[in-house]
């Protein structure tokens, strides 16, 4: 009687080397051949390329799972390459601000974090496609942000970041202060585009920041909708009440504050400004459109808060 051969599943990991510690390659190896799996494809990121040729590569050679493992940058490229594709991804955080893995309530441990990835249940988020002037659209999964928020994240300096880590983030928010003001159209959805002069301009599909500071209250990743914050405060009092809520977490509007949600958004700048997606500067821009892409991504989680069965 001929019995048909079980085919193994097979793991990616796309990885970034500085990253992650010496031990990482051998506990992954070893959970993999604990749970059964098949011959790992081995990914290695670098300078040029933080992910997305080697996510792509993951994708052709049709994988079940793809890991990624670095700081937020190989995380974006990841999840981008994953979009719309249905095959899970695995999230080790390795970086310092390690956003989408605070924000979904992931282990910050290496080994807790593949014990998530290899043996969690998968999670369907949203991701949001942008669009940055003539670039080609790509996905992010936390923010995108102009303004005080991208000129932080041009301005922290990396060697302090890697002696006191969030806290070098606060160094660079006390010397962005005294920046001008952005002056903005902004178009929500089919709303009318009004005119807004912002210190802060973030697009939010979950809301913490860096220092685990909450800037967006109530932004859910599988809401199936965009979260809008234009922060203008003018004076230091301002700024002060603007601290205050964020470490209080209160979404509480005034008149320095808006904050809204829909399925998407444009962006028109007077001028040219840095923008950051996912902690990261990725240049400048003058047009920015954005929607959210429901349920786009299949992410690992611990079981608790899985809202979706493992297939």
Wanted: net charge negative.
């Amino acid at each position: 009687m001929n019995s048909t051969p079980t085919v193994s599943r097979r793991c990616a990991v796309v990885y970034n080397p500085t990253k992650v510690s010496d031990k990482f390659h051998g506990l992954v190896e070893e959970s993999l051949q604990e749970k059964g799996w098949g011959n790992t494809l081995w990914l290695e990121t670098s300078a040029e390329d933080p992910g997305r040729a080697m996510t792509k590569q993951a994708v052709a050679e049709q994988v079940d799972l793809v890991i990624g493992a670095g700081g937020d940058g190989t995380i974006r490229f990841v999840a981008d390459g994953l979009a719309h594709t249905g095959i899970p991804m695995g999230l080790i955080p390795a970086g310092t601000g390690n956003l989408l893995a605070r924000n979904l309530d992931l282990p910050l441990e290496e080994i807790d974090a593949i014990e998530v990835a290899l043996g969690g249940q998968v999670r369907l988020i949203d991701l949001v496609k942008i669009t940055v002037d003539d670039r080609a659209p790509e996905h992010f999964a936390v923010m995108a942000g102009i303004g005080i928020d991208a000129m932080i994240m041009d301005e922290t300096d990396e060697d302090l970041k890697d002696k006191v880590g969030s806290a070098a983030y606060f160094v660079a928010a006390a010397k962005a202060l005294g920046r001008l003001p952005i002056r903005l159209k902004v178009q929500l959805d089919n709303h009318r585009p009004v005119r807004r002069h912002a210190m802060l301009c973030v697009i939010g599909n979950v809301g913490t920041l860096q220092g685990n500071l909450t800037l967006i209250p109530g932004a859910s990743p599988d809401d199936g909708l965009l979260d809008l914050y234009l922060a203008s405060p003018r004076r230091f009092r301002h700024w002060l009440k603007l601290a205050l809520r964020l470490i209080t977490r209160r979404a509480k509007k005034d008149d320095q504050v808006d904050q809204h949600t829909g399925k998407r958004v444009r962006i028109i700048i007077d001028g040219k400004e840095n923008y950051q997606l996912d902690g990261d500067v990725v240049g400048e821009s003058t047009t920015l459109f954005a929607e959210v892409q429901p349920d786009a991504l299949a992410i690992c989680v611990p079981a608790k808060t899985a809202s979706e069965p493992q297939p």
